[in-house]
């Protein structure tokens, strides 16, 4: 039948049938198809809005069935089944007072219907509840508020108020509440007299959770109290206020662009362009702010970290936009600056600043994605440095070096470019020759920083190795701990490859000896410390150098004690060492045939130690993770270096492919710092923080390992390791992963549906790998257990056919899965029923399952065909015409089957088809299915 040739009426025919069958897509390109060839708004069409809206419903597609009952109520008003149906999908959506508007409405259409009448009842409770909850939320904020702001009150009592209203501001009518009587206003009053810290924090957390997705509240706000009243909040050395500040502010930019606080959220295009002079207003104040000489140094970390987060692509794309805002001057002032040079203009900073500066230009450099904005960039940091080596004195030169060394930690290529020039290596090597201890020390760390390239290394160590070890023997500890790193550093610049030593045999293990004396000395204070961490890092590409710490439990220990401060400039000095004693860097492949042609062509060929071999390497993991290293990992997880964070994930990683120690990981809360880590970061980062994931998703209970919101937050970094990028182990453990929350409940398994996991999963159905395909079985199978999968079986496809085909499958598990997510689809799906015969195999597969000596299977195999004979009478037409019916007779009476069920069943399945009259004679012509709703609104017209 062509949409041409047929009417109307016959299309609506046709969808009532493919409806009442269960085929939902089938039964909508019918009523769709008569509603387009409808050109008059008649009772008609009204009919066929509502069957639509019908299919609609049991698709659970909500807004689509609110908006055809609307259009089939402008034509027939007051109808009860397009009232009725609009009221499921009202209801549904939690719009409980407009449900309980249309149920009423079907009761004074329809006084008789008994099935609106418990429906009704229901949403008038809810809606009574709702408006009493309503007044007592409105009772409590008046309460709160006189309480919160009234400074004579005690101030336990003002505290718990402020945290009262705080709980009311994260609901819809609670925040309309507070909002609505003037909190703004109150709060910016508050700051000019208030000492409380709580209730500070309080009050901004308050702000915050009013601005959050609202743009209404969000422009009124500001209006009232304007941005720099939010950069007054964050000028604080209050680290707890710091963070309330930063993420209102935050809060604020999210709802001017349309993000939210994911961290794969991007902006609404629409919303940016409507807004471009508000957010240019807040980037503007933002970076005038990083240079503001009366800002804290936590504030002024703050605020270039707000920048950071908002320069990416994904975000505001403010990089470009900063670089035309003179922003990186700004930025590069910030980056020379030195706690030594102390002086009523000198600026505020912290330990981290430094760090974060170096992050933030890097992100920066990154989203300059044409070599036009490249260029850009680099002549901005050129200009800087070039107005500060015009004047003469000693501060300048020192200022430069600090500065460039901040770049070579952030964009690299820039810094190198910048160190390749005309006299600027030698100026670094002249002042570290020099007795004045300031200029030893920057330059110190600038060749340190430059010495990241085997070619830089080596001009370095030509020029600058008799300057360095001089400086080992200076008095200062500040300087000898850094040209013993510099040594470090140049020493180990063979990396991994054990053939390749630049300094005499032994010199790498006296290095860390002097390293891990630092390191251990209590006395010695946290800089000097993460320095000889970092001279670790270097070092322990060397497998003797692993082997000697690994059984060190002191150097260990205190390790993971600089670690847990929380230092953002030791982040990756500590991380750096656990990835090399962990050897969770990437390894080149080593491709046999290569090997020999490069011995052939006498290219150099790397030696690895045997001192990294598979065994060595899974001790000193255990040995890690024994030790808490895990607690460290999660202290510096916080880092916003994504380089930082992808060998956070490696390590991560790495110890929860050992499964004796994965209980300790999630102990130590390894997954909640796994979960932001497999969302934000690198490519390689995200997959190692996700492979992690699923790792600890296999081994322990997803319950445990995951509790609560968790649950659902590691649903999607597991369907993104279902991508053909991933290696085929990632593959499969993300599967079993899944498979696992699959079996938890509904909530979950929807949420896998919403994430896009099905058709991922499905695809490793298809796969020539048994292991593959049985895990992705496995998944489809508990997955089955949710109402919502039922849908991708019963549309115009060949799934229910290839199910069947897995069910003879030589593999028992795949078997086994396949039959039994059969068995729960055949049980609801009429229209599956039929679709089994689409398999040619159908036969050969069922008599598999109900000959098969696991009892297990053989229930599944029952299992099925008791579904189909009592499905409908022309599929259990279908069946008796074969012999089945003599196989289903042998099991009722066959005393080699011990399961009960299974007799009990395959007597049921006999009985069936006496009850549709097969067993005496089948019928000439097959009547249409007798499956009917029982209740006259569900059913289509």
Avoid at 112 to 140: F, G, H, V
Avoid at 689 to 695: I, Y
Wanted: with cysteine.
């Amino acid at each position: 039948m062509t949409k041409a040739e047929s009417t109307p009426q016959e299309w609506k025919e046709k969808g009532n049938e493919e409806f009442k069958n269960g085929y939902y897509d089938k039964a909508l390109s019918c009523y769709t198809n008569a509603l387009k060839l409808s050109k008059e708004d008649n009772c008609d069409k009204a009919v066929y809005l509502k069957n639509r809206a019908a299919v609609y419903l049991k698709q659970k597609d909500y807004q689509k069935v609110i908006k055809d009952c609307d259009e089939a109520l402008k034509i027939t008003p007051n109808d009860p089944k397009a009232l009725f149906r609009r009221c499921q999908a009202l209801d549904a959506l939690e719009r409980y007072e407009e449900a309980y508007r249309d149920a009423r409405g079907v009761i004074t259409a329809d006084p008789s219907n008994k099935t609106i009448q418990p429906i009704a009842a229901r949403l008038y409770e809810i809606c009574q509840d709702r408006l009493k909850e309503k007044s007592k939320t409105s009772s409590k904020v008046t309460q709160m508020f006189q309480l919160a702001f009234d400074v004579s009150m005690d101030k336990e009592k003002r505290e718990t108020a402020m945290n009262n209203l705080l709980v009311l501001a994260r609901e819809r009518a609670g925040a309309d509440l507070i909002f609505q009587s003037g909190v703004a206003m109150k709060i910016h009053q508050l700051f000019k007299t208030e000492k409380n810290e709580n209730i500070i924090i309080a009050a901004i957390r308050i702000l915050s959770e009013l601005c959050r997705e609202n743009i209404e509240r969000t422009e009124l706000i500001l209006k009232d109290i304007g941005i720099p009243w939010f950069l007054d909040v964050i000028n604080s050395s209050s680290e707890e206020r710091v963070n309330a500040g930063q993420y209102c502010i935050q809060t604020v930019l999210n709802s001017y662009s349309g993000m939210d606080t994911k961290p794969d959220s991007k902006p609404k295009k629409e919303m940016c362009e409507k807004y471009k002079k508000e957010i240019d207003t807040i980037l503007s104040c933002l970076l005038y702010c990083t240079t503001n000489r009366t800002f804290t140094g936590q504030g002024r970390d703050a605020v270039i970290e707000l920048i950071m987060r908002n320069v990416h692509y994904d975000t505001l794309n403010w990089a470009e936009r900063l670089v035309e805002l003179r922003g990186l001057h700004r930025l590069m002032e910030v980056a020379s600056e030195l706690e030594e040079y102390k002086y009523e203009s000198a600026m505020n900073i912290t330990a981290s600043t430094r760090t974060v500066t170096s992050v933030c230009l890097a992100r920066i450099y990154e989203n300059m994605w044409y070599d036009g904005a490249k260029a850009k960039f680099s002549e901005a940091i050129d200009e800087f440095i070039k107005d500060k080596l015009i004047s003469p004195d000693i501060e300048s030169k020192v200022r430069v070096v600090v500065a460039i060394t901040t770049l070579l930690l952030g964009p690299l290529d820039v810094g190198n470019s910048i160190v390749a020039k005309d006299g600027i290596l030698q100026m670094i090597l002249v002042m570290a020759g020099t007795d004045d201890t300031l200029q030893q020390k920057v330059a110190c760390e600038c060749i340190i920083a430059a010495a990241s390239k085997k070619d830089k290394a080596t001009s370095i160590i030509s020029q600058g190795i008799n300057i360095l070890k001089k400086l080992y023997q200076s008095k200062d500890d500040a300087i000898r701990i850094r040209a013993l790193v510099g040594l470090c550093k140049l020493g180990s610049s063979g990396g991994t490859d054990a053939s390749i030593r630049p300094f005499a045999e032994g010199a790498s293990l006296k290095l860390a000896e002097a390293c891990r004396r630092f390191l251990i000395n209590p006395k010695k204070d946290k800089d000097i410390r993460k320095w000889a961490v970092e001279g670790l890092s270097y070092l322990t590409f060397d497998a003797e150098v692993k082997e000697k710490l690994i059984e060190d439990k002191m150097a260990i220990r205190a390790m993971i004690e600089v670690a847990k401060t929380g230092d953002k400039s030791v982040v990756y000095g500590v991380v750096t060492t656990i990835v090399n004693l962990c050897n969770a860097y990437d390894k080149q492949e080593m491709i046999p045939e290569m090997v020999e042609l490069a011995k052939f062509a006498k290219h150099h060929i790397p030696e690895e130690s045997e001192l990294d071999d598979p065994d060595f390497v899974k001790k000193r993991v255990i040995s890690l993770a024994n030790e808490g290293v895990t607690t460290a990992l999660v202290a510096l997880s916080k880092t916003d270096s994504q380089n930082s964070k992808e060998l956070i994930a490696r390590v991560f990683n790495a110890i929860c492919a050992e499964v004796d120690v994965r209980g300790i990981v999630v102990q130590q809360g390894g997954a909640k710092a796994l979960l932001p880590l497999s969302l934000d970061g690198t490519d390689k980062g995200k997959k190692q923080a996700s492979q992690a994931l699923a790792r600890l998703g296999i081994t322990i209970n997803p319950e445990v390992a995951f509790p609560g919101q968790r649950m659902y937050e590691v649903v999607k970094p597991l369907v993104n390791l279902l991508h053909t990028e991933c290696n085929a182990l990632e593959n499969f453990e993300a599967l079993m992963a899944l498979c696992n929350l699959a079996g938890i409940n509904d909530s979950v398994r929807r949420r896998i549906l919403k994430e896009g996991g099905f058709q991922k999963i499905e695809n490793y159905m298809y796969e020539e790998h048994d292991m593959l395909r049985r895990a992705a079985t496995q998944v489809i199978n508990n997955l089955m257990m949710c109402e919502d999968t039922i849908k991708y079986f019963e549309g115009d496809n060949d799934r229910v056919k290839y199910l069947t085909i897995l069910c003879e499958e030589e593999d028992f598990d795949t078997s086994l899965a396949a039959s039994g997510a059969l068995a729960m689809l055949t049980s609801v799906s009429k229209g599956a029923c039929y679709k089994v015969f689409d398999s040619k195999s159908w036969l050969d597969a069922f008599k598999y399952l109900l000959s098969s000596s696991n009892q297990d299977l053989q229930h599944r195999g029952v299992v099925i065909v008791h579904n189909m004979m009592n499905s409908t009478k022309e599929v259990a037409t279908r069946i008796v015409e074969t012999d089945l019916m003599e196989v289903l007779m042998a099991l009722t009476k066959s005393e080699l089957v011990q399961n009960e069920k299974v007799k009990k069943l395959a007597a049921e399945a006999l009985d069936a088809a006496a009850k549709w009259k097969l067993v005496e004679k089948l019928p000439e012509k097959i009547p249409e299915s007798t499956s009917t709703p029982s209740n006259a609104l569900e059913h289509v017209e």
